[in-house]
């Protein structure tokens, strides 16, 4: 089905993900640190790589950060630190999702089936839509929805991907009250999982990236957000 590249310096954890990979009917090479990750992305094509942060020679961060500089290949972080400046840290880097060690191997799979199923669903949506540009504040916010790019006061702004799928989903869902499990459910394309801080850390990313509009996206306490425009 897909090829995984799963990148870990403990040989239990790579053979772990690879049983219940290969179960699932892909294929995975193994790699033991950042460097050899680095190499592999270069030299290969993967549908998606799942990486470890502390690891030796290179570190899973600085890994992301230049593989990111020729691929786009969607990257599932793993880690044993689950605070909120880590997690901040990989998504602006641009990975796709942040799963906290010790974690179950069967909700790992189902995170690398919704990571893709939502990347080809944009791509055939997208394929399908005729340009549709919204332009809020007398166009001093504007979305390019079909070329997924936002300007503001007609300067580029560039956030990471995730970062572009929560935007467009609440943008295309303005003035709706959106519920954090819907949100989850949504944009990142699978159950809800109990765990509301990704959400949280990405709308304040959100926020931060949309500057003097992150007034646009309300707070909707014991619910979860709006976006007015």
Known sequence: MYHLLVVDDEVRIRS???KYAEFEG????????????????RTTEFDLIIM???MPELDGFSACREIRKNSDVPIIMLSARGEEYDKINGFELGID???????????LMLRIEAVLKRIKNRSAANAKKENLVISL?????RAD???RIVYIDDE???????EYDLFFYMLENRNIALSREK???????????????TLDTHIKLLRKSLGRYARMIVTLRGVGYRFEG
């Open 145 to 147: 929805v079909t070329a």
């Open 183 to 197: 949100l989850i459910s949504d944009v990142w394309g699978y159950d809800f999982f109990g765990d509301v801080r």
């Open 16 to 18: 772990i993900i690879k």
């Open 156 to 162: 580029r702004v560039d956030m990471s991907p995730k």
């Open 97 to 107: 999702d942040y799963v906290v060690k010790p974690f179950s191997p069967k909700e």
């Open 26 to 41: 892909h294929t995975v090479t193994e790699a033991a640190d950042g460097m050899e990750a680095v190499h592999l992305s």
């Open 137 to 141: 504040d007398g166009g001093g916010l």
């Open 52 to 54: 470890d942060i502390m």
